[in-house]
């Protein structure tokens, strides 16, 4: 069964950086395409990142594009976000999310079929 | 980008009874490339349904889904106590966005 584990979240002033990871089993990695979404608080589900089985294809939301950069390490079966020029708007909990497929194919992508638990992102002077 | 609408925001319901979700799009969606997960406290999201109407591994025949074009629906049969919990619905034939979810609880 596939698992995901996140981690790195924490308190990071406006301007700053933060770096998460996360941690996959259970599954063949490097075949299948993975994304972060966040959710803020009260909020709904926004998609923020997402890198294709090989890494050579990214992708990424309009609000992060330019501040997030998503790679993966598909030797150790991890997954990162670095996170800079962070914004209260960023505060969040982030979700690393494996896809059903191997890469978006032009535009059109994927579903998640498995989730991790979230890691927390707060964003405050 | 498409922005998928759903509603209601939240649905009070009691066990037993029919529930039905919509997921308006503002564009149409081509192939059917819809899915729906569900969230509950202190569990990762599951999968629901996916390519509109296909039911994703163990998961239950009374949620079904259905839809075309921009307008979409989940529906749950017979309500069970652990199906009060959030519902998103996402869409990727143009990257992927998610609605902002409907609430369904019990009544």
């Known amino acids: 069964e596939a698992q995901l584990v996140d981690s790195g979240g924490g308190l990071v002033q406006p301007g700053g950086s933060l770096r998460l990871s996360c941690a996959a089993s259970g599954f063949n990695f490097d075949n299948y395409a993975i994304s972060w979404v966040r959710q803020a608080p009260g909020r709904g589900l926004e998609w923020v990142a997402g890198i294709s089985d090989s890494g050579h294809s990214t992708y990424y939301a309009d609000s992060v594009k330019g501040r997030f950069t998503i790679s993966r390490d598909n030797s150790n079966n991890r997954l990162s976000l670095q996170m800079n020029s962070l914004g209260v708007e960023d505060t969040a909990v982030y979700y690393c999310?494996?896809?059903?497929?191997?890469?978006?194919?032009?535009?059109?992508?994927?579903?998640?079929?498995?989730w991790g638990q979230g890691s927390l992102v707060t964003v405050s002077s | 980008e498409i922005v998928l609408t759903q509603s209601p925001d939240t649905l009070s319901l009691s066990p037993g009874e029919r529930a039905t979700l919509s997921c308006r799009a503002s564009?149409?969606?081509?192939?059917?490339?819809l899915a729906w997960y569900q969230q509950k406290p202190g569990q990762t999201h599951r999968l629901l349904i996916y390519?509109?109407?296909r039911r994703a591994t163990g998961i239950p025949d009374r949620f079904s889904g259905s839809g075309s074009g921009t307008h979409f629906t989940l529906t749950i049969t017979r309500l069970e106590p652990e199906d009060f919990a959030v519902y998103y619905c996402?869409?990727?034939?143009?990257?992927?966005?998610f609605g902002q979810g409907t609430r369904l609880e019990i009544k």
């Open positions: 996402q869409q990727y034939d143009n990257l992927i966005t």
């Open positions: 390519d509109t109407s």
């Open positions: 564009q149409s969606i081509s192939s059917s490339y």
């Open positions: 999310a494996k896809g059903t497929d191997r890469y978006c194919s032009g535009s059109r992508c994927y579903p998640f079929d498995s």
